[in-house]
């Protein structure tokens, strides 16, 4: 089977972890061989030690973006919900792909901010708001939205399992699925 890498970027609680897992549960019960990369579970590991200086950020999409690759490249639709809030880290990856002849789509989970701060599923708006913590995607760290992203989700007007039937539609409009 075809490999890809998908790719969906957003803010905090935008909902990517949840519309990856959603989706990959979908690929798997038609057979596909899928890999969900989750920046939480990768920071832990591939990316222990980086923070979220402009350059950790970018070396972390940078690792992530390279194992997606080598997993597309033999057969695995790699998903990968993680925030990557720089364009040009982004276009690297993508880049990457280009050059391997491996398949990549990026997902916008164009979640506004105030939805965002009210689902706050691990707190961090809630810190943020109270001085705990600084440099928060979206708040007070920049998040540069993708201007042409191959797919935009919105969110806060579709259930999930809308959501991951939209990207299953582009997956098979693309040939992938
Ligand atoms: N339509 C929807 N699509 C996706 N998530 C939704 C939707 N409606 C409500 N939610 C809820 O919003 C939350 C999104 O959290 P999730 O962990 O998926 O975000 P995330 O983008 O992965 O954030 P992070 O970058 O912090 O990992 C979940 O609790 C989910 O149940
Ligand atoms: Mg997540």
Redesign the pocket.
């Known amino acids: 089977m075809t490999g890809a890498t998908i790719w969906l970027t957003?803010?905090?609680?935008?909902?990517?972890?949840?519309?990856a897992r959603e989706l990959a549960e979908r690929l798997r019960g038609e057979g596909h061989r899928v890999e969900v990369l989750d920046?939480?579970e990768i920071r832990e590991f591939l990316s222990a030690g980086l923070g979220f200086s402009r350059e950790d950020r970018h070396t972390n999409v940078q690792r992530i973006g390279f194992v997606a690759e080598l997993l597309a490249s033999n057969g695995v639709k790699a998903l990968v919900?993680v925030?990557a809030p720089y364009a040009d880290s982004r276009e690297a990856v993508r880049k990457r792909h280009q050059q391997e002849g491996t398949p990549y789509l990026e997902v916008h989970?164009a979640t506004p901010v105030d939805v965002c701060s009210e689902?706050d599923?691990?707190g961090?708006y809630a810190k943020q708001a109270a001085g705990e913590i600084s440099g928060l995607t979206g708040v007070d760290d920049p998040y540069e939205a993708p201007e042409s992203p191959d797919l935009r989700i919105e969110?806060?007007t579709?259930?999930?399992q809308e959501?991951a039937a939209a990207l299953h539609a582009l997956l098979t409009e693309r040939g992938l699925a």
């Open positions: 957003g803010l905090p609680s935008a909902g990517k972890t949840t519309i920046g939480d919900p925030i989970v689902r599923v691990k961090l969110s806060h579709q259930t999930v959501s």
